[in-house]
Nanobody, 125 residues
């Protein structure tokens, strides 16, 4: 069966760093795209970053560009999110998603087949 297991996260002061990890196993086919989304209380889910696993091309939301870095370990079906210069506005539950539907939008969470359990990131001022 498919498992998408996240680790990392926690609490940090503004300006600090955290690293999230996400490992997928049991996938019926190799992932074509892995992504990070986040959802803050009373806000809609938003795409943070995604990476196309074959090309290694990565894309970021404007709000995190220059501060967050997404990377992958293809051999392990694992994706990471290095978060630096964290701001209180980054406080949210972060989710990993994998296996983008053919023709789907990498920024649309509904177009991913599998999700991690979520991990809380809290940034205090």
């Amino acid at each position: 069966h498919v498992e998408v297991v996240q680790s990392g996260g926690g609490s940090v002061q503004a300006g600090g760093s955290l690293r999230l990890s996400c490992k997928a196993s049991g996938l019926p086919r190799d992932s074509n795209c892995m992504a990070w989304f986040r959802q803050a209380p009373d806000k809609a889910r938003e795409g943070v970053a995604h990476i196309y696993t074959n090309s290694g091309l990565s894309y970021y939301a404007d709000s995190v560009k220059g501060r967050f870095t997404i990377s992958q370990d293809n051999a392990k079906n694992t994706v990471y999110l290095q978060m630096d210069s964290l701001e209180p506005e980054d406080t949210a539950m972060y989710y990993c998603a994998t296996n983008l539907d053919d023709g789907g939008s990498a920024w649309n969470g509904a177009d991913y087949a599998y999700w991690g359990q979520g991990t809380q990131v809290t940034v205090s001022s």
